[in-house]
């Protein structure tokens, strides 16, 4: 007997965040022909981490012709590796030659969805409300700024601003900078500042390793040539995308990789022939492996920490005060600026939003211990809700943006299902999500993420939230969804 199905019908769509996901599921169902959809974004403009993100110094450490979409190559970066107002310039391009604006509601912050009647339901903090069909949360990872709990923060007289809300009004040439913090943003923001600034304080936790990575410009000639030979472009960006899989994506899920060690080499050299001073460099010298903590690329941080006015600073702090940051030693190190390059809350996701799924199950507690989603896309009980890098996804280790167009790809498979009339509600089984979820513990414990640091990859339990797999693993599992692993209504 033939399998019956309701007749066929066009869903809406509900979309969180205008960045670089929330851009692309825009894009891609435009082209789909499916246009009964809202973007909503909470600011007053698209972009996402790169609209927040504008401190000196920002740029990508994923390479430029990447870090963008397949379908929108851009011949005219500057750079090898991007920086941060040349990607926001790109994404507002993108939008705007794909018509994407015109779907967006700026200054919409959506505070409550839930699931009811086989629909979902938004509520804005403006007291609007929608409802739809699908709801995508395109809401990205480094969104939630991470302050660090110091006492007397509040107290310092002098500007003090996150790295993600940088304040361009301050003042800084000539002035006593603070940086605390030693991830990427710190590092790029000490290579930016220290040829300005009369003093730079970097506060160290925890030393980082360095990978020597030059970021040299394009040629007019190159870009020329990119612009005359556009498949000469899509050849390399594939080019690029399987040489950073084999070198990196794939080292780092292996800890005794000869890649990874390659890598380990690389570093060590680095700091051995780029710090002349035996003390510094032992300061700047990690106890842990390379890649255990997110690889920080830089052409220039061990040369600008080496400059006369440039101070490395291990002592931990013992508290803010009004004139500057005391430390251990008992010294104050006075300041005029401090900036926090303390990172960011990366468990949040579409949180604070309050999501309500099915039968009013709500979605702190399904992450009541930790969030967890099969495939990082769909969550049990939560029917089609779906999200684009979404929990213990490929976030350390591969281009987010490619991440990104295989996910929607996938997903799109999935609501075929409902514009077919084969489901109304699609969500992965509490079943598969178990077992997806206790197969990634397994193969996270041969990953270089787990041989001793800490870092904001790993969660309450000291395990990896993020792909442990290969690149190749992944394209897999995206090309087709295995629908026994749904529940399909």
Same mark, same amino acid.
């Given at each position: 007997?033939?399998?019956?199905?309701?007749?066929?019908?066009?869903?809406?769509?509900?979309?969180?965040? !205008?960045?670089?996901?929330?851009?692309?599921?825009?894009?891609?169902?435009?082209?789909?022909?499916?246009?009964?959809?809202?973007?909503?974004?909470? !600011?007053?403009?698209?972009?996402?981490?790169?609209?927040?993100?504008?401190?000196?110094?920002? *740029?990508?450490?994923?390479?430029?012709?990447?870090?963008?979409?397949?379908?929108?190559?851009?011949?005219?970066?500057?750079?090898?590796?991007?920086?941060?107002?040349?990607?926001?310039?790109?994404?507002?391009?993108?939008?705007?030659?794909?018509?994407?604006?015109?779907?967006?509601?700026?200054?919409?912050?959506?505070?409550?969805?839930?699931?009811?009647?086989?629909?979902?339901?938004?509520?804005?903090?403006?007291?609007?409300?929608?409802?739809?069909?699908?709801?995508?949360?395109?809401?990205?990872?480094?969104?939630?700024?991470?302050?660090?709990?110091?006492?007397?923060?509040?107290?310092?007289?002098?500007?003090?601003?996150?790295?993600?809300?940088?304040?361009?009004?301050?003042?800084?040439?000539?002035?006593?900078?603070?940086?605390?913090?030693?991830?990427?943003?710190?590092?790029?923001?000490? *290579?930016?500042?220290?040829?300005?600034?009369?003093?730079?304080?970097?506060?160290?936790?925890?030393?980082?390793?360095?990978?020597?990575?030059?970021?040299?410009?394009?040629?007019?000639?190159?870009?020329?040539?990119?612009? !005359?030979?556009?498949?000469?472009? !899509?050849?390399?960006?594939?080019?690029?995308?399987?040489?950073?899989?084999?070198?990196?994506?794939?080292?780092?899920?292996?800890?005794?990789?000869?890649?990874?060690?390659?890598?380990?080499?690389?570093?060590?050299?680095?700091?051995?022939? *780029?710090?002349?001073?035996?003390?510094?460099?032992?300061?700047?010298?990690?106890?842990?492996?390379?890649?255990?903590?997110?690889?920080?690329? *830089?052409?220039?941080?061990?040369?600008?920490?080496?400059?006369?006015?440039?101070?490395?600073?291990?002592?931990?702090?013992?508290?803010?005060?009004?004139?500057?940051?005391?430390?251990?030693?008992?010294?104050?190190?006075?300041?005029?600026?401090?900036?926090?390059?303390?990172?960011?809350?990366?468990?949040?996701?579409?949180?604070?939003?309050?999501?309500?799924?099915?039968?009013?199950?709500?979605?702190?507690?399904?992450?009541?211990?930790?969030?967890?989603?099969?495939?990082?896309?769909?969550?049990?009980?939560?029917?089609?809700?779906?999200?684009?890098?979404?929990?213990?996804?490929?976030?350390?280790?591969?281009?987010?943006?490619?991440?990104?167009?295989?996910?929607?790809?996938?997903?799109?498979?999935?609501?075929?299902?409902?514009?077919?009339?084969?489901?109304?509600?699609?969500?992965?089984?509490?079943?598969?999500?178990?077992?997806?979820?206790?197969?990634?513990?397994?193969?996270?414990?041969?990953?270089?993420?787990?041989?001793?640091?800490?870092?904001?990859?790993?969660?309450?339990?000291?395990?990896?939230?993020?792909?442990?797999?290969?690149?190749?693993?992944?394209?897999?599992?995206?090309?087709?969804?295995?629908?026994?692993?749904?529940?399909?209504?």
């Amino acid at each position: 007997m033939a399998e019956r199905r309701s007749a066929r019908r066009e869903p809406r769509f509900l979309i969180i965040g !205008a960045g670089m996901a929330g851009i692309l599921s825009a894009v891609k169902l435009a082209e789909a022909g499916l246009t009964d959809f809202t973007v909503y974004e909470k !600011a007053d403009r698209l972009g996402g981490t790169w609209r927040e993100n504008t401190y000196p110094g920002i *740029s990508c450490d994923v390479p430029s012709h990447l870090y963008c979409y397949s379908f929108a190559p851009e011949p005219n970066w500057s750079h090898h590796f991007s920086p941060g107002a040349e990607i926001q310039a790109y994404f507002e391009n993108v939008a705007h030659s794909h018509d994407v604006e015109k779907f967006i509601e700026y200054g919409q912050e959506i505070t409550r969805c839930w699931f009811e009647d086989g629909r979902w339901h938004l509520e804005t903090a403006n007291g609007e409300t929608d409802e739809g069909d699908f709801l995508i949360a395109a809401t990205g990872v480094l969104h939630h700024p991470a302050y660090p709990d110091i006492e007397g923060l509040d107290s310092f007289e002098g500007s003090c601003f996150h790295s993600a809300r940088w304040d361009h009004d301050v003042p800084l040439a000539g002035r006593r900078i603070g940086v605390i913090g030693t991830g990427s943003t710190a590092i790029q923001v000490v *290579s930016a500042l220290v040829p300005t600034v009369g003093k730079l304080t970097l506060f160290q936790r925890t030393p980082q390793w360095i990978m020597p990575q030059e970021n040299a410009a394009y040629t007019e000639e190159e870009k020329e040539y990119f612009r !005359a030979e556009p498949e000469v472009l !899509a050849a390399m960006r594939d080019e690029i995308s399987t040489l950073f899989a084999d070198t990196f994506s794939n080292a780092v899920i292996d800890a005794d990789s000869p890649q990874l060690k390659m890598i380990e080499v690389v570093c060590r050299e680095n700091l051995e022939n *780029s710090v002349h001073d035996s003390e510094l460099r032992e300061k700047l010298r990690p106890n842990y492996r390379a890649a255990c903590k997110r690889l920080i690329m *830089s052409e220039d941080f061990y040369a600008a920490i080496q400059k006369p006015n440039a101070e490395l600073v291990t002592e931990p702090i013992e508290r803010i005060e009004p004139k500057g940051v005391r430390t251990a030693d008992g010294r104050l190190h006075e300041l005029d600026v401090l900036a926090l390059a303390t990172g960011f809350k990366v468990d949040r996701f579409m949180r604070p939003i309050k999501i309500i799924g099915r039968g009013g199950v709500a979605l702190d507690d399904a992450w009541a211990e930790r969030p967890t989603a099969y495939l990082a896309i769909s969550v049990p009980e939560f029917p089609n809700l779906f999200m684009l890098n979404g929990p213990n996804g490929p976030v350390g280790n591969f281009s987010l943006i490619e991440v990104a167009e295989l996910q929607f790809a996938y997903i799109m498979q999935l609501v075929e299902l409902f514009r077919s009339g084969r489901a109304r509600e699609v969500s992965a089984s509490r079943a598969a999500t178990q077992k997806f979820d206790e197969d990634r513990v397994e193969a996270a414990k041969n990953t270089i993420w787990q041989t001793g640091c800490s870092s904001w990859y790993l969660d309450d339990r000291g395990v990896p939230a993020a792909w442990p797999w290969t690149f190749a693993r992944f394209r897999d599992e995206m090309n087709e969804p295995r629908l026994d692993d749904f529940e399909l209504v």
